[in-house]
Every structure is written in structure tokens, then in C-alpha cells.
């Protein structure tokens, strides 16, 4: 049998997601916009972001910026998600006006709140689903908070139905209202149509003085339009973060979720709350990490590897099996696989330190390639060095990289052994296998397989001391 030819395809809604990001943020007492503050270790509104665009495409998502537009345009521009500016910030439903243009092309809209970063791309697709089904002209997702002060109160038009009289906020509550427990989440997903030809009636008759999104959910429901509301299961996802300490709270249960994630995947956190991992952090399994550790950024940690305490790594690379002893400072760093870094070493940003090298105690580097299997134990600091493979970098060497205007680079080819506190003035290189007496000052190239001395001759005075001691005493 021939299949009837369908007049109005069933094609899915095109859906964008609007983010309201504009808002200063009055709560927090910042001088930085709120939906920069970060938690888990990136903004507000950076997870925020990375939820939408598992839903749509990131050309679909438009973040609404106001206040401190240029800062906050700086920390997205990399996601290539889409940017309305709000140039004043008149509320919420103000936001949404100003996105109209941008919207306009779309059938379904789902806004979500810049600061509320706890949201996840599953509840997301849950909201849209519920509001397509229930073909709404506005769904708003809602929670039952213990303590839902602060938050706008959901008005249901009867016990247990799906329907939505009015969304009303704390500050125009009545003491009967102040009881209900079901709070608006700040996301909702709207038909664009319904949306756009309402929204022009929303008036500022609140405290505020602003226009506020929530009041579309009276307008369209007395419009006879279907507003309805569906219930999230985990109540956290709503919470957002509007003073310090909402923020600190969030903060916390991202960190607890991540590290639950990490031990289920095969890692051992010691004293887990004494532990700060950020939510990007990658940890492969059969690693340790001890109490007061801090492991911040995208940083990377391979499997089998021992962080031991006091140790904070950001933004680095760290391979299988390596040992990180107690005080370290890893920063934008790459530490090959079977390395032992410290106790108390500082890895700054460019240090390549190769497979099995060991660096030791209170050693800095900055820029160096340490090669395979080369050791610096003690008290040195590397900076703008190449070393090879197989050398040894003596006690309290110093590689003079700065001449007070520019920087220079120190190579030192493979097998060389540098004694102790010799001092290499870049730019200066040491050929293979070539040896520096300790104490040197080497100021010119070290060719490979010599020895290089820099330093006074040894003078000995027999007797000397003896006299002087023997003539102190006649002079009394
Ligand atoms: C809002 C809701 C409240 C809900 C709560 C959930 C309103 C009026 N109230 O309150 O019902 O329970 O979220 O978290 O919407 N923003 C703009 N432009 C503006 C104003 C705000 O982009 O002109 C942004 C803010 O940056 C923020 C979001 O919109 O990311 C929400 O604004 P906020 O002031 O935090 O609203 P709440 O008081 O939390
Ligand atoms: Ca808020």
C-alpha cells in the first residue's frame, strides 16, 4: 500500500537555547560579573554553556551578555556559541526581549540561567520533551526545595495538575505562599510564536522595577496558552549562585561529584575533602592522590602514578607512574612517564621533564626540556634550558638565563656532568659528554668530551693561621 503523502512533514522543532547571562550580579558584592565566578574551577557560565551544547548545536546557543559585555564575550568567544548583548539590564523578560531577533527563526526556545551551573544536558532534553509532548506554549522546570527562600513560588491550578497559574516571587509573596515548596528554576522552554507575541505585555510592577520573565507564565495561561510545569529529579540542579555562599555551595557538591566520578573510575583520593579537583581534571586509574592536594585546570594525570601531599598542579600533563613528593608546584608543565619530581620542586610553565628523570628537592624550572633519565636533585634553577639525555646537573647549579634586558638559553648535550654550583651564563652551550668542575663560572662553550674549569686556583698558605693566632696573642 502506498504511503499518504504528508502535507505537513513532521519535521523536529528547531530549538535554540538561550542563556541569560547579563546581570551584575548585586548579591555577590563583586567588582567581576557574576557568571564569571567560577565553581569547580571554570565560570558560572562555562557550564552552563558546556550543557547546552550537548543539545544543540553551539550556533543555537545564544548567551545574553550585559554587564561587563567585553570580559565575558572574552571567557565564551572559544565555545562559538552565539552573543546577544543586553545593553541595560531590565530584568529577565527584558533579556528575552532583546534576543527576539536572534530567536525569531527558531519554533522552540529553552532558557536557562547563566548562573545556575548545576544543570544538566539530560534535564535539559527532559524539558524539552515534556514541553513538545504537552505541545506548551511555555514549560517551566521546578524543584522542591527544604529552604526555597529566594525563589520564585509555582502556583499550580490544582493539586497534581500539570497546568501553571502564575510563577510569584519571594518578594511579593503572600504568608500562605511562602509555604509552597516548589520553586521555578530560572529554565523554561517556550514557543517561539506565543512567546514573541506576549511578551511585549510584561510590566514592572515588582520592587524591582524590572521586567521579569516569570510573569509570561500569567499572561500566557490567562491568554487560555497551555503553561505547564514538569518537576526535575535532582533538586540540585536548579540551585544557583547569587551570593558567596551559594557559590561555595555549589562549589562543593561539584568537587564531591567529581571525585566520586574519579574513585568509580579507579582512583584513590585519601581524605577526600581535604582534596580541590576541578571538574576538567582527567585521572587514570590505579593513581593516588594524599590529602591537601590541589589538582586545578585541564590537567592530565596517567595511571599508577603517587601525588603525595601539599602538591598543587594546574594545567599540566602528567604521564604513567610518575611520583610527585610533598610540596610541588606544577604549572603548565609536562612530566613524562616514570619521572619523580620533587619534594618541593616548582615546574613552571614550558618544563618537559622526560621519561625516568628525576627533579629533586627545591629545584625551579622554567622553560626546560629535561631529557630522558636526567637528574637534578638539589637546590637548582633551570630556566630556558635544553638538557639531553643521561646528565647530571650537580647541587646548586644555576643557569644565569637573563642578562637584566633579554633572555637566553643554556643547551647542554646529552651525558654531560655539571658538578656542583657551577653557574652556566647563557647563552652557552656544553657539548656531549663533556664534564664542568663544580664551582665553575662558564661563560663560553664546552666542547663534547673535555673538561671545563671555571673557577680561581686553590691557594694554600702553610702555616698561615697558626702565626696570626701566635701574634694576636704577643700584641695583648
Ligand atoms: C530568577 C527567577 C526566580 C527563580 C530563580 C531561579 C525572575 C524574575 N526570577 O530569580 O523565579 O526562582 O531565577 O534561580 O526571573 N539576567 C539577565 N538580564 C537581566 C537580569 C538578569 O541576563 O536584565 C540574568 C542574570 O545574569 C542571571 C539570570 O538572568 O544569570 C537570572 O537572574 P537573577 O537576578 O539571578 O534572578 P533570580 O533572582 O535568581
Ligand atoms: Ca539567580
Not at 524539558?127 to 513538545?132: A, K, N, P, T
Not at 519571594?170 to 511562602?178: D, G, P, Y
Not at 614550558?350 to 638539589?378: C, M, P, Q, T
Not at 656542583?420 to 664546552?446: H, N
Amino acid at each position: 500500500m502506498p504511503t499518504a503523502k504528508v502535507n505537513h512533514p513532521n519535521r523536529a522543532p528547531r530549538t535554540a537555547i538561550a542563556i541569560m547571562a547579563a546581570g551584575k550580579g548585586t548579591r555577590l558584592k563583586s567588582k567581576h560579573p557574576k557568571v564569571l565566578h567560577e565553581v569547580g574551577g571554570k565560570p558560572l557560565l562555562a557550564h552552563v554553556i558546556a550543557a547546552a551544547v550537548k543539545v544543540v548545536p553551539a550556533k543555537d546557543v545564544f548567551a545574553i551578555i550585559g554587564h561587563e559585555a567585553d570580559r565575558v564575550r572574552d571567557v565564551v568567544a572559544h565555545t562559538g556559541v552565539s552573543l546577544v548583548l543586553q545593553k541595560e539590564q531590565r530584568g529577565t523578560g527584558h533579556a528575552l526581549m532583546t534576543a527576539r531577533e536572534a530567536l525569531s527563526s527558531y519554533d522552540v526556545v529553552i532558557v536557562l540561567s547563566g548562573d545556575a551551573p548545576l544543570i544538566t544536558s539530560s534535564t535539559i532534553e527532559k524539558l524539552r520533551g515534556f514541553h513538545v509532548s504537552r505541545k506548551a506554549a511555555m514549560t517551566l522546570l521546578t524543584a522542591q526545595l527544604d529552604n526555597p527562600t529566594g525563589y520564585g513560588r509555582i502556583i499550580r491550578k490544582g493539586a497534581k495538575k500539570e497546568e501553571v497559574q502564575a510563577i510569584v516571587e519571594q518578594n511579593s509573596l503572600s504568608a500562605a505562599q511562602k509555604k509552597i515548596r516548589e520553586v521555578n528554576a530560572g529554565f523554561y522552554a517556550f514557543a517561539v510564536a506565543p512567546l514573541f507575541r506576549n511578551i511585549e505585555k510584561l510590566g514592572t510592577n515588582n520592587p524591582h522595577r524590572e521586567l521579569y520573565l516569570t510573569d509570561m507564565a500569567e499572561i500566557l495561561s490567562k491568554r487560555k496558552e497551555r503553561v505547564v510545569a514538569v518537576e526535575t529529579s535532582d533538586a540540585y540542579e536548579v540551585l544557583g549562585g547569587n551570593t558567596r555562599a551559594e557559590l561555595v555551595d555549589i562549589d562543593q557538591r561539584i568537587r564531591t561529584a567529581k571525585i566520586q566520578q574519579l574513585m568509580a573510575a579507579g582512583v584513590t583520593v585519601f581524605y577526600p575533602q581535604t582534596c580541590i579537583i576541578d571538574s576538567d581534571v582527567e585521572i587514570g586509574a590505579d593513581t593516588t592522590i594524599e590529602p591537601f592536594v590541589q589538582i586545578l585546570g585541564a590537567t592530565r594525570i596517567g595511571s599508577d602514578c603517587r601525588i603525595r601531599s601539599y602538591s598543587v598542579i594546574s594545567s599540566s600533563q602528567i604521564g604513567d607512574g610518575v611520583l610527585v613528593r610533598p610540596g610541588c608546584v606544577i604549572d603548565g608543565a609536562r612530566v613524562e612517564k616514570s619521572a619523580v619530581i620533587g619534594p618541593y620542586t616548582h615546574l613552571r610553565p614550558g618544563s618537559e621533564i622526560g621519561e625516568g628523570a628525576h627533579v629533586g628537592n627545591f629545584v625551579e624550572a622554567k622553560n626546560l626540556r629535561l631529557g630522558k633519565g636526567s637528574k637534578a636533585n638539589h637546590l637548582t634553577y633551570l630556566g630556558d634550558a635544553e638538557i639531553g639525555e643521561g646528565v647530571n646537573i650537580g647541587a646548586g647549579t644555576i643557569t644565569c638565563n637573563y642578562d637584566g634586558v633579554n633572555k637566553h638559553k643554556t643547551v647542554i648535550e646529552d651525558g654531560v656532568f655539571i658538578g656542583s654550583d657551577a653557574t652556566l651564563v647563557a647563552p652557552v652551550r656544553v657539548g656531549k659528554g663533556a664534564y664542568v668542575g663544580a664551582a665553575s663560572c662558564i661563560t663560553d662553550d664546552v666542547p663534547a668530551d673535555s673538561l671545563a674549569l671555571g673557577r680561581a686556583r686553590q691557594i694554600v698558605k702553610q702555616g698561615w693561621a697558626k702565626s696570626k693566632r701566635s701574634a694576636g696573642k704577643t700584641s695583648q
